[in-house]
């Protein structure tokens, strides 16, 4: 005889009105308020384990990959020698893996508002967090925006925003006086790299726009990029690149990109150079949706 199953647990984020994305749930890990978002960890059947803050998916085992490659390698490989780099937010560890596979990198700034994401992170999520004793990591828990503000200038060759949704106490990190100060600390050869949400997503129209128009009024070259990921609200996800000369695609050496990445090629799972190339060839509707902004 058959067993019979008399429920289902499921966990749902939703992204438009009634739409999201659904999860089988087989557990929750981890459960806890911070002194700034509800912080868990849930285990599911198709995904493995997912962070959540505040309700919205944050990483899930199954794809953090192409988030974390690609809000760190793009601008790295363009620069080819970066030694410095602040990280604003990105407390799973993810992105601060993925920078400090290049050896090139002398000293990585992580500046995370909430230590329990940090903690949560080493406990529950090892192999995104598995950098976090690197020697060339100095983690900070403290505000992103004023830590930016007391930087001296070009302390910095890139600086990666990555934050959460622009609501609460993240707001600040889409504004102005935050993204005028990453021009600051950046070197002359400096790049900004920051998540801008998704251009299928309505409700973030404004504030993309926004802070693409911010972004051009600091930075001669300003490029939106995309990847797929498939537990990001419509499966498609943009991030930004602001430089202080370079064109992320003119300037893209394809060749001396395949030789950097080489020592540990092996270990991506989404970015190459022609993933590189490819990201920052946008839709018409994206296309249309930031020149109008």
Known sequence: MSEQKYFQLQYTELWEGKTGITFGLNDILFSRQSAYQKVQVL??????????????????????????????????????????????????????REILRHPSIKHVDLVEIDEMVINTSREFFPTVSSAFDDPRLNIRVQDGIAFVKATEAAAYDLVIVDSTDPVGFAEGLFGEDFYRDCARILTDRGILAAQTESPFDRSFHGTLQDAHNLLNRLFPQVHMYLASIPTYPFGTWSFTMATKGLHPVDDFDPEAARRLLAPFKDDLKYYNPEIHTAAFALPNFVRKLIQTA
């Open 43 to 96: 285990e599911t059947d198709a995904h493995g384990r997912v962070l959540t803050l505040d309700g919205l998916v944050m990483l899930t085992e199954r794809d953090e990959f192409v988030y974390h490659e690609m809000i760190s390698h793009p601008a790295l490989c363009l620069l080819k020698d970066a030694e410095r780099v602040l990280v604003v937010g990105g407390g799973d560890g993810g992105t601060v």
